[in-house]
Structures are given as structure tokens and as C-alpha cells.
């Protein structure tokens, strides 16, 4: 009984993943078929305590339309990943005015009784490191550990320096300057 659940929820991981990356690819298509019409491609994270750095990081990056260089999630980012790519349109080659400033979903922090927080909207501007920015310093260690967030709120580094270009997390003693 133990093994079929485990198989369950690897199964489920798998589909879930596999179901981003398409999702992904196909939206990236599209884009690519309208690229007059756009003006970039945007990454955009799921905010809550499971974003992984990688997503953190990532989060905001914009690429011209047809970009090779466009990370896809699911595909280019990691296992289960739960983040987005979004066309930025040219209004103006549209023939629209350009909308109010719109919003996205972040999740509160989960509850003392250890239940999932409830899903708000914020404004769609702040990247996840300003969102990060203005979480409880309990919460910030939840998300990126103790001394990544130690460092992190002092000041001492920024998102941008935990992850490598290739995506890979830099490891504590180095981000920390221990192993120089």
C-alpha cells in the first residue's frame, strides 16, 4: 500500500510538470506567432514558501519576443515547477490604451496551525525579491533558510547572487565567502 502511494504521488509530480512545460511551450508559441505585437516575454513565479530560488530569481525577467534565450518552465527551470510565462503587449502597435497597473496572486503565510495560507492579490509590479523584501523575517527563513535569509536581510546579498546562470543554487560557504 505504501509503494502504490509513493507511485501515486511521483506520477502526479511527473503529469504536473510535464502539464507546466506544455502549457509553457505552447504559450510561448503563440507569443512567437504575435511577436510584433508584443514588447517582451516575462517570467513570472508563484509567490508563496515552496517558490524555489531558481523561480525567485527568475521572477520579472523579460526577453524579446522570439527570444531563444526565454526560460520555460517546467522544461528550463526544475521538477514540479509551478511558474508562468506572460506576453507583455505593445499597446500602443495594438491600437489600446495602456491598462491600469494589474495584479497577481501571492499566498499569505501559512497559519500557527500549520495550515496553507489564504491566496491574495497584490500589485503585479514588485518583483519576488521586493515581495520577499516585505515578508516577516520568520517567513524569509522559511523560504530561503536560515542563513541565506540571515544574509539576505542584512543586506549582504540579493537573489540575483544564490543563483547561477545556469540555474544551479551557489552553495552557502560560497555565497557566504567561507570558502574564498
Known amino acids: 500500500r505504501f509503494a502504490f502511494g509513493k507511485a501515486r504521488r511521483q506520477t502526479e509530480s511527473i503529469?504536473?510538470?510535464?502539464?507546466?512545460?506544455?502549457?509553457?511551450?505552447?504559450?510561448?508559441?503563440?507569443?512567437?506567432?504575435?511577436?510584433?505585437?508584443?514588447?517582451?516575454?516575462?517570467?513570472?513565479?508563484?509567490?508563496?514558501?515552496r517558490t524555489t530560488l531558481?523561480?525567485?530569481?527568475?521572477?520579472?525577467?523579460?526577453?524579446?519576443?522570439?527570444?531563444?534565450?526565454?526560460?520555460?518552465?517546467?522544461?528550463?527551470?526544475?521538477?514540479?515547477?509551478?511558474?508562468?510565462?506572460v506576453p507583455n503587449p505593445d499597446f500602443e502597435k495594438l491600437g489600446l490604451p495602456e491598462?491600469?497597473?494589474?495584479?497577481?496572486?501571492?499566498?499569505?503565510?501559512?497559519?500557527?496551525?500549520?495550515?496553507?495560507?489564504?491566496?491574495?492579490?497584490?500589485s503585479s509590479s514588485p518583483t519576488a525579491e521586493q515581495w520577499l523584501r516585505n515578508q516577516s523575517p520568520e517567513r524569509v527563513r522559511r523560504i530561503l533558510g536560515r542563513s541565506r535569509a540571515d544574509a539576505f536581510l542584512a543586506g549582504e546579498v540579493d537573489l540575483s547572487k544564490m543563483v547561477r546562470n545556469d540555474r544551479s543554487t551557489v552553495p552557502l560557504r560560497e555565497l557566504l565567502g567561507a570558502g574564498s
Open 99 to 122: 491598462p491600469a497597473e494589474g495584479t497577481r496572486f501571492a499566498r499569505r503565510s501559512p497559519t500557527e496551525e500549520g495550515r496553507v495560507g489564504k491566496i491574495e492579490r497584490i
Open 54 to 85: 531558481i523561480c525567485l530569481d527568475l521572477d520579472g525577467t523579460t526577453w524579446p519576443p522570439g527570444s531563444d534565450d526565454v526560460v520555460v518552465p517546467g522544461a528550463d527551470t526544475h521538477y514540479q515547477c509551478r511558474s508562468t510565462i
Open 15 to 49: 503529469v504536473r510538470t510535464a502539464v507546466t512545460n506544455v502549457s509553457a511551450r505552447g504559450a510561448l508559441e503563440v507569443f512567437d506567432a504575435n511577436a510584433r505585437y508584443l514588447e517582451t516575454v516575462q517570467f513570472v513565479a508563484t509567490l508563496d514558501d
